[in-house]
């Protein structure tokens, strides 16, 4: 059995001032080397948990409950050490990947500037190292490294991000919404990246997505969220098949609306002959 190395217990949002919860009593659970989907439609909360585990909340939001990783209360913890746990500890991929780097300084600079900064090493070594994660998530590394931020489209931005979260190699990755911006092939080849980091490290990834087919197929386990609240959790295959809450069936209905492949193959074959 894998130990706990994030553990959330009745975490609770509000905006100060404010009567109504924006995240009411959520307990989620990763054990190293999980992988664990939070499903969710827009606005239901997700970004403002994964923002409360890094620490990275609104001033004008509060938060209670707790938020235990590594076995220490992150929520307790003034913002300069939490602060210090992000990127080599706690990496994220956010949403909005633009805000990563600076325009006007080359990817290359940026990323061995990062790594250097989390990782004692020379710069040589580093280099070597953003070349090789740039190559994992399948862009031409040369010419990557060498390019400034606005050179590159927005999927490959989107991919150098990724490659700088994966090149310092946290316990615990979240990442939010991180394919949206990728085609199938590049965000395939983006999620075999971290299932191989999760190989090789251990580390657990919290997986904030509404594509719930993305969630069924490389998730281990999920919770679903709703509203702020976590409405069903459970084996990724429980809740695909087995799933209670109306939200949920919602959710899942949505998917199971498209054609099926069997069914769609049968028509196939019907029309061609
Ligand atoms: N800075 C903010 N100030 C006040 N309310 C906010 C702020 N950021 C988010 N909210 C509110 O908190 C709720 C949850 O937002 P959150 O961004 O966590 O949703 P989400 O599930 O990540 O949605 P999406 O999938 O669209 O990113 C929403 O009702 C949103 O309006």
Redesign the pocket.
């Known amino acids: 059995m894998n130990s706990s190395l994030l553990s959330i217990e009745n975490l609770s949002i509000h905006?100060k001032g404010a009567k109504k919860s924006?995240i009411n009593c959520v307990s989620i659970e990763l054990a190293k080397g999980e992988i664990v989907g939070l499903i969710?439609e827009?606005?239901?909360?997700?970004?403002?948990t994964a923002r409360a585990i890094m620490g990275l909340l609104?001033s004008?939001m509060e938060v209670e409950g707790s938020i235990v990783f590594n076995d220490v209360d992150v929520v307790a913890l003034p913002s300069k050490e939490h602060r210090k746990m992000l990127g080599n500890k706690i990496g994220m991929i956010f949403?909005d990947y633009r805000g990563s780097f600076t325009p006007f300084i080359k990817v290359g600079k940026q990323m061995v500037e990062t790594i250097r900064t989390h990782q004692k090493m020379s710069k040589n070594e580093a280099k070597e190292i953003a070349h090789q994660v740039l190559e994992e998530m399948g862009l031409d590394s040369k010419k990557t490294y060498q390019s400034y931020p606005f050179q590159l489209s927005g999927g490959q931005t989107q991919r150098v991000a990724i490659a700088l979260a994966l090149a310092l190699r946290p316990s615990l990755l979240i990442c939010d919404?991180m394919t949206t911006a990728l085609d199938v092939l590049s965000g395939e080849k983006v999620l075999d990246a971290i299932d191989q980091l999760r190989k090789e490290t251990g580390c657990a990834v919290l997986m904030i997505t509404?594509d719930l087919a993305l969630a069924y197929k490389r998730a281990d386990r999920m919770y679903v969220m709703n509203q702020g609240e976590i409405v069903e959790e459970g084996l990724s295959e429980e809740i695909r098949c087995h799933h209670q809450h109306p939200y949920t069936k919602k959710l899942c209905s949505c998917l199971l609306s498209l054609p099926n492949e069997v069914a769609f193959m049968g028509q196939e074959r019907v029309g061609s002959v």
């Open positions: 905006s924006l969710g827009s606005g239901s909360g997700k970004s403002l609104p004008t949403q919404e509404h």
